[in-house]
């Protein structure tokens, strides 16, 4: 005679709603979330949409009155008053890609190399460096402003482009250890075929690791091109004339000495973001994918 297992209903059904208790709970988070974030962003747009008396009301309304684009038309033909004809709007985010495109891919490329010789490479003392650069991250950047913008004055480049540009190009450790952990995920194997081939370092990180890790660079690309782009206090300490401003300093001539037209100010706001949403819709799949996989084994 055989003992048969007691089928209990209720455990069935402490179990069921165990799992629908902890999803329910788990969305209610993610909704808290993201309300979190698109709440402010839709007060952003509404403002913008709204006329000046309406804006500057101190009583908030959820939805304009009626939809006026003033701001938007003020952002785009408004100019600083200087020699410069080209809207201020326009030369800010010109100035910006100027400084954040070169700046994000030769970053992250010097940052894939660095990456490469900590994860595969072998040679004396490679775990202390490794140290050593974990040890910049925890060293605020405000420490250093003084001290860089006294060398950055010494050498001329205060109102130039140079100190916003080239020491982000050298690549940032936080770059550095993602890539690195992505690297370890490559088996090994393909670097010993690629070396019987005759291929050098340099030739293996190029023709393998390179196109292998493009998830991960596509992320860090997008990471590193935002940070740029979002980028105020180095632009505010380092540029000087308003025709080189970048976009983040620039919307700052839309707020006033005694009063401020937040419509317009929220329609400059609306507008800079455009592009680094555009940026995220475009490359989410390899940014999703690129952390995806940055800890896993292929």
């Keep these: 005679m055989t003992d048969k297992p007691i089928y209990d209903p209720s455990l069935i059904f402490r179990s069921k709603a165990k799992r629908i208790i902890n999803k329910v709970l788990t969305y209610l988070v993610l909704i808290i979330v993201a309300l979190s974030v ?3 962003l839709y007060i952003v747009l509404i403002t913008s949409l709204k006329g000046k008396s309406e804006a500057m009301d101190s009583s908030f309304s959820w939805w304009p009155s009626e939809i006026d684009l003033h701001g938007y038309k003020e952002v785009f033909t408004y100019t600083s008053g200087s020699e410069d004809s080209v809207p201020t709007v326009i030369r800010g985010f010109i100035n910006t890609l100027i ?13 894939a190399l660095a990456a490469f010789a900590f994860a595969k490479l072998e040679y004396k003392s490679k775990n202390v460096l490794f140290a050593i650069l974990l040890g910049t991250m925890m060293i605020p950047g405000t ?18 482009f140079l100190p916003l540009m080239i020491p982000a190009m050298l690549g940032g450790a936080s770059c550095v250890f993602f890539l690195r952990q992505f ?4 088996p090994n194997d393909l670097m010993d075929a690629a070396k019987i081939d005759g291929l050098g370092n340099f030739g293996i990180f190029f023709s393998i690791m390179l ?10 690309l997008v990471l590193a091109f935002v940070s740029s782009y979002n980028a105020y206090l180095g632009p505010l300490l380092y540029l000087q004339s308003p025709e080189k401003y970048t976009l983040q300093i620039a919307l700052q001539f839309f707020k006033g000495t005694y009063t401020t037209d937040w419509a317009v100010v929220m329609a400059g706001a609306t ?7 555009a940026l995220y819709l475009f490359g989410q799949k390899y940014f ?8 896993m084994k292929l």
């Design 271 to 277: 507008v800079s973001l455009i592009p680094t949403l």
């Design 288 to 295: 999703i994918e690129g952390i995806a996989t940055s800890g």
């Design 99 to 111: 400084v954040s495109v070169p700046t994000s891919v030769i970053g992250v490329l010097i940052a």
């Design 211 to 220: 196109p292998l890790s493009m998830p991960a660079l596509i992320a860090q």
């Design 183 to 186: 690297y370890f995920s490559i």
């Design 143 to 160: 420490i250093t402003l003084i001290p860089s913008y006294v060398i950055f004055d010494k050498i001329g480049w205060v109102d130039t």
């Design 38 to 40: 698109l709440l402010p």
